[in-house]
């Protein structure tokens, strides 16, 4: 064959071999296409049919008792766009969507921002106009998905052909959920304002309107209503600069005062249930929950929860006089961080004093409820122990950058020497200071953040005042730090679902236990908790017979704490199996008028409630059952003198039982005799640092104490003569 006829023959089938190639090609794109895009797509049609059959969600208790049906009403109220308020169309719009009328379905800047997002964060993200926002929750689901993301794409092209514009806005409005049981403007306005979508004014449009971008954080009836208000503020701007109403029209619509419908009738826990909620949206959607039928079974136990309720109820009711409104109680399993009750006000409906808003996860001081962290870390760090002596006595503070620091005590006193024990049992105010003096705010804000405390950020923005409760804190945050001190070390973070089926009964997700990171070691747990219950530690500033005191049930320890302008008032105790927390006070931060701190306001409450959870442990386990701490093997008891806490060798000093780790046991025995400079003037011991002429000072012999920071008590000086400085000793005078 000639040469020619060979070239031309092999073009001819190299063409057909690639003309073969691309239409594989070509029907495999197809096939892939519609396989992967195309097949089991849903019919734009489906938009203007109302017979999809949602399922209701349901959150149960660790029982599997109801506390609250989450559901969409078959019988929705629908609306006609030209029946309502132009406001009603334009806050819409403001909202989600502000170039609706002038695009064909999507934002080509927020394609681009979500593509970015996208290829760069590995965070998938939407364009966000109402007509694919239309598609995503009334046609498809809200997997995060590149698939997903691209049938909503063919999905809005089709939907902007078939519909009018106003079409889709209507559809939008009737379809979009607006949180709880309400799919569509129509039924919102109902179930907010008891009122016909035509009847709405500006001001409840706005608040609506900014409900879809997130039904549950933007909810007025959630944990943080104040967000509503500020997302109602943003949109009536958004109107203004849209110019669909004017700055006057937009000031009268945010002073305007909004009465809302009665909501939540047959839900129990609220608040709980609200926290559960906030966290299965974030997961699953707005729209599964609201429609997917979950099961959701939860770590609360309803017996605990509702006697708490009713705990907080009564006692708040008689602390009128104290100028209290509010208080709240969360109760933990310190080994599994398992939440039991989360009670975050006395009454989640109650208007009067924002009572849905959930305390337990709100910004509060701790007051003195924060020492044990701060003495845990001095334990651990091994230059504390229970017995070393900490002198109460008035001292003043200096820190390079900030006012002096001088601190006073609860009652108003000074109790000169005092070994740890005391000085915690007793929430002594200086000695706190000087421990966390010695153990630095850099280390303690670390400590607490490692144990659970998560407000804590910067050393430089706090001072010593930390440990007396300077910092804001949040009760949840408090609870996983004390269930430390409670586990051995261990720390377990709080968690709320224990299990989730779909409506099938296909389990979605279900809880597993993990050890957690070991925070402190069981040593230093063990005398925090020793202290913490021992009820001799805490009698010179409690009594004997405080509310810190369980019927039956000694081995339960426990802490208060009460702000210094007295604007909250905590007491948060535990045992192995369980952390129990409390605060009382106000809402709007207003200061209580009295509350003493063991006495009434929070202890109370606490005592209460631990009393029913451990009776109730006694009555399935048929005796008075009692959880003590477990005694680590390097913890040791020795005989220390009663005064100093040092070894008594020979000096027959009086003595008292004291435990301490290996290797921190005191060497020295006790001679109270040393040699210490005296103010002539005076005859008194001169502090280290106190400035005197040196004319002035002379050397004698005294019994004197003096502790780790230096600070120094004679204890045969003649006492002040000044009145208040005498007293402020409250030492008997020799």
Known sequence: MPVKKRRTRHRKQKKLTKKRLLLILAVFLAVFFYFFILKDLPSPNKLSSDDAYPVSTKILDRNGELLYEIYVDKNRTPIKLEELPQYVKWATIAAEDKNFYKHSGFVFTGIARAAFNTVFRR??????????????????????????????????????????????????????????????????????????????????????????????????FGGSPQIAEKRQEYILKEMVKIKKISEEEAKKAKEEEIIYADHGKGIKAPHFVMYVKD??????????????????????????????QTAIASEVAKLTKEKVTNGAVLVTNPKTGEILAMAGSKDYFAKDIDGNVNVTTSLRQPGSSIKPLNYALAFEKKFLTPASLILDIPTCFDVAGQKRYCPSNYDNQFHGGVQARFTLGNSYNVPAVKTLALNGLDDFIATASAMGITTFQDPKNYGLSLTLGGGEVKMTDMAVAFAVLANKGEKQNLYSIEKIKDYTGKVLEEHKFEEGPKILSPESCYLISHILLDNNARQPMFGASSYLVVKNHPEVSVKTGTT??????????????????????????????????????????????????LEREDKKQGKTFQEWPV???????????????????DSGCPTRYEYFIKGTLPIETENLKRQIFINKDNQQAIQPGQEIPLEKIETQEKNALIDLTGSLLCLDCPFPTDPAVFNSYNLKKP
Request: aromatic share 10%; glycine share 10%.
């Open 279 to 308: 966290q299965l949206v974030e997961k699953y959607g707005q729209q599964k929950i609201d429609q997917g039928g979950l099961q959701v079974w939860t770590t609360l136990d309803l017996e605990i929860q509702e006697f708490a």
């Open 123 to 220: 965070k998938l993200q939407g364009g966000s106009t109402i007509s694919q926002q239309l598609v995503k929750n009334a046609l498809l689901t809200q997997k995060r998905t590149v698939k997903r993301k691209v049938r909503e794409a063919f999905l809005t092209i089709a939907v902007e052909i078939i519909y009018p514009k106003d079409k889709i806005l209507e559809m939008y409005l009737n379809q979009i959920p607006y949180g709880g049981t309400a799919y569509g403007i129509g039924s919102a306005s109902q179930l907010y304002f008891g009122k016909p979508a035509k009847d709405l004014t500006l001001a409840q449009t706005a608040l609506l309107a900014g409900l879809p971008a997130s039904p549950t954080r933007y909810s007025p």
């Open 564 to 613: 210094n302008d007295r604007k909250d008032n905590w007491t948060i105790g535990y045992t192995p199996s369980y952390v129990v927390a409390v605060w009382v006070g106000n809402n709007d931060n207003k200061s209580m008028s009295y509350v003493a701190s063991g006495i009434t306001g929070a202890s109370p409450i606490w005592n209460k409630t631990t009393r029913f959870i």
């Open 631 to 649: 005694k680590p093997e390097d913890i040791i008891g020795a005989e220390v003198c009663v005064t100093s806490g040092l070894l008594p060798g």
